[in-house]
């Protein structure tokens, strides 16, 4: 059974940075398309950033430059690095395993970690 936990949420002044990190259970972790999505009250659940298995990544227009998506299969561990964070960041972050066939269907969530930019 996979378990996605996510970590490194909290409080950030508006410019300052946050690196979320979700590490995944189970084996067979490198051979799948990771993301990070987020929810903010009163929103839909949006995308923010993919990465493939073999690296290659995809971001929402409103993160780009600013949040870099990464990963250490070696640790089964994604990486979402925020900079430049604006007070629409705010929103609950969840950690998805995307679909072996494709790779912008999520099917597994973590439980979400909260981020609130604000001063």
């Known amino acids: 059974q996979l378990q996605l936990v996510e970590s490194g949420g909290g409080l950030v002044q508006p410019g300052g940075s946050l690196r979320l990190s979700c590490a995944a259970s189970?084996?067979?972790?490198?051979?799948?398309?990771m993301g990070w999505y987020r929810q903010a009250p009163g929103k839909q659940r949006e995308l923010v950033a993919t990465?493939?298995?073999?690296?290659?990544?995809n971001y929402a227009d409103s993160v780009k430059g600013r949040f870099a998506i990464s990963r250490d299969d070696a640790k089964n561990t994604v990486y979402l690095q925020m900079n430049s964070l604006k007070p629409e960041d705010t929103a609950v972050y969840y950690c998805?395993?995307?679909?072996?066939?494709?790779?912008?269907?999520?099917?597994?969530w973590g439980q979400g970690t909260q981020v609130t930019v604000s001063s």
């Open positions: 189970g084996s067979r972790f490198s051979i799948y398309a």
């Open positions: 998805t395993r995307q679909n072996y066939f494709s790779i912008y269907v999520p099917e597994s």
């Open positions: 990465i493939t298995s073999a690296g290659s990544t």
